[in-house]
């Protein structure tokens, strides 16, 4: 069984930074892909970053202020310059070759004055 722990969102006034983790527990086989996603109120779940043998992929809207980062099964997003449309729910998901794919539950990041 493998648990993903996520954390770090919260409420941040526009040009402000944050910082969300994302911690796979539990018996992990080949883990080779760790991803950040969003989902905002009325709108599709977007991909927002990857990472995948040592290579980062990002979306056009996040790349220059988001980072995307792995410490063994921990993956971390960066988000600095933080605008009003990053609002959203924020969910990791990560994939292992043996075990197939995991999300995590998901953390409010909201950009408000």
């Known amino acids: 069984q493998v648990q993903l722990a996520e954390s770090g969102g919260g409420l941040v006034q526009p040009g402000g930074s944050l910082r969300l983790s994302c911690a796979a527990s539990?018996?992990?086989?080949?883990?080779?892909?760790m991803g950040w996603y969003r989902q905002a109120p009325g709108k599709q779940r977007e991909l927002v970053a990857s990472?995948?043998?040592?290579s980062a992929n990002y979306a056009d809207s996040v790349k220059g202020r988001f980072t995307i980062s792995r410490d063994q099964n921990t993956v971390y997003l960066q988000m600095n310059s933080l605008k009003l449309e990053d609002t959203a729910v924020y969910y990791c998901r990560i994939v292992t070759v043996i075990q197939g794919e995991y999300w995590g539950q998901g953390t409010q990041v909201t950009v408000s004055s």
């Open positions: 990472t995948s043998d040592d």
């Open positions: 539990g018996s992990i086989f080949r883990l080779n892909f």
